[in-house]
DNA sequence: CCTAACAAGACATTTTTTATCCTTTTAGGG
DNA sequence: CCCTAAAAGGATAAAAAATGTCTTGTTAGG
């Protein structure tokens, strides 16, 4: 359980390959996708999550491909993941009957929060810059 | 991500629930499942798999039904989750074109070792006994 | 031997994941 | 203005996993 998809994984790898270049160099997607072995097509789609968030930035058009949308450094394997997975619950609740709604009864519910906290805290630790090795 | 299954989710609502009776009760599927609003069919499946590793212990026949296999404070949830879920394995491995397999040039491994660590302990740090609430 | 109860395996359904394809939009260059 | 390059977006398809059911077998008690 807790694993990461494939599409997280492509994920990381397209984004941290850019993170490794130098400074401003445009990057077409054909390049990216052959460079880290993803299906070009599918890359494309995370590239649009990317896109449309900020981590990355897109030009269309001769000469056009994609930057990273901050320095490396700024962003975090955290903003990373939950851009293609979605945010990180592993608590959808568990005990009795119901919703729980983090109703009191509910002795799970805090133990779910802590894994989420403490997998957050990992994720957020890491940057591209430490993915990427300067 | 980081979703727990339904069937990980019933599988502590079950478990829960024996440990909350009092020592040496039997319980029938039928019951837990009412209890805890588990389709009975998909809970015995469960509860099968639980068995197999001596979490509950079954007895057939005309009185027969479920105990748990050892007291809830000696059984912790981590045991309960990978009963069911399989063990916990964030990190499929990320960078670079191959299997990875701890190559040293892969930076985001140690990362999702890291994860693993930290849930594994969150879960491993709560018992039955916790969640039953004496 | 009849009934109660769990065990095990096969099967069916639904949802999610993992793609691929086609059309549209944007931009540059001749 | 037209042609080509490149990303954006939407629809669709195939494969895998999750979820659940059914049938038959096994074990035990009365």
Known sequence: MM???RKGEYAIRGIVYLAAQPVDRVC???EIAA???VPPTFLAKIFQQFSKIG???SYRGTGGGFLLGRVPEK????EVVEAVEGPIIPNRCVVGTGECARDVSCTVHPV??????QVRDV???VTLK???GG
């Open 123 to 125: 994720l957020e630790g």
């Open 35 to 37: 460079a880290v072995d």
């Open 3 to 5: 694993e990461l998809t």
């Open 112 to 117: 779910w929060k802590r894994v989420q906290e």
């Open 75 to 78: 962003i975090t394997l955290l």
């Open 28 to 30: 077409l997607l054909s």
């Open 130 to 132: 430490d993915l990427a």
């Open 55 to 57: 981590l990355v930035r």
